[in-house]
């Protein structure tokens, strides 16, 4: 398997990803990215992410995770991202010349396994898109070395809100959730990784959330907010969930900005949480 290429994995019975892979969810997945990298980077040590480490991280995407991680195992670990969206694995392959110790895999990773057992599983933004989350953590945590790590980040959406309260966020961020819980997804997993950790059987769990605060002159949440409304309008489309006409996103992202302005608002951008343990 080559850092360079993707290696096909058998794809039968997948999902598919409510955001897709048009070239303004590839833009917003960065930048996206952009923001949590630190947050990710503190969240993957605290886990204990080390040197030398073999890494499995689950839902790559454009292989942001995979990459930092590949930082944290160095020259002598190894990194394996997986994902079941060619377009977007395609970019990450082609991000991949200066990490030879990561490689991407396509395949589903409900059924993915590797024939060697990993050090650590990772995995940033996927159980959150995963109705059958648990089934997907015991069915990797049996692929785990005994005293291997677990360690998932997600958003916990419930935690963003701007202060003082602007009632266009909170409109918008409503009908995030329930396109997202329409989807199967779990909006508020953040806040839920640490007992569904434990419920997939792994010892000494722990779990921090780190949550940025943005003001009112910060266009990055409104921007990245509105990106996502944007990337779930076909499935909000083809489900029957109605835009409606104030919160479309062509215009939403200036409106927002200005009434966060106009309120001297801060955004609590959702908090990452990150939750680890190790196999018994
Ligand atoms: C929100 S993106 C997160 C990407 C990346 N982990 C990050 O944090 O930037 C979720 C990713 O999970 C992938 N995904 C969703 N369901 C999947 C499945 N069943 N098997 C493999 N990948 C999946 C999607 O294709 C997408 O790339």
Not at 70 to 82: H, K, N
Not at 166 to 182: G, I, M, Y
Request: charged letters at 20%.
């Amino acid at each position: 398997m080559q850092a360079q290429s993707v290696a096909k994995g058998r794809l039968g019975n997948t999902t598919k990803y409510s955001l897709g892979s048009e070239d303004h969810e590839i833009a917003r997945l960065d930048a996206q990215a952009a923001l949590l990298d630190r947050a990710t980077v503190m969240l993957l040590r605290a886990g204990g992410i080390r040197r030398g480490m073999r890494v499995l991280d689950l839902g790559t995407g454009l292989g942001h995770v995979a990459f930092a991680a590949g930082d944290l195992v160095g020259a002598e670990g190894r990194v394996v991202g997986i994902d079941n969206t060619s377009r977007l694995l395609g970019v990450a392959v082609g991000r991949a010349s200066s990490y030879p110790q990561v490689c991407f895999v396509e395949g589903d990773v409900r059924t993915w396994r590797s024939e060697e057992p990993f050090d650590a599983v990772i995995g940033r933004l996927i159980l959150f898109h995963l109705p059958d989350r648990l089934a997907v953590l015991r069915h990797h945590v049996a692929a785990l070395r005994p005293g291997g790590l677990v360690v998932a980040l997600d958003f916990d959406l419930g935690s963003i809100r701007a202060e003082p309260p602007v009632p266009l966020v909170d409109e918008a961020v409503e009908w995030t959730n329930a396109t997202f819980l329409s989807a199967g997804a779990c909006p508020t997993i953040g806040a839920r990784l640490a007992p569904l950790l434990a419920e997939a059987g792994l010892a000494d769990v722990q779990s921090i959330g780190i949550q940025e605060y943005m003001g009112p002159d910060d266009p990055r949440g409104a921007r990245i907010l509105c990106g996502v409304m944007r990337s779930l309008a076909p499935h909000a489309a083809a489900a029957g969930i109605a835009v409606p006409e104030h919160l479309h996103y062509d215009t939403l992202e200036e409106r927002l900005a200005a009434a966060m302005r106009a309120s001297g608002s801060a955004l609590l951008f959702p908090a990452l949480s990150g939750a680890w343990g190790r196999r018994r």
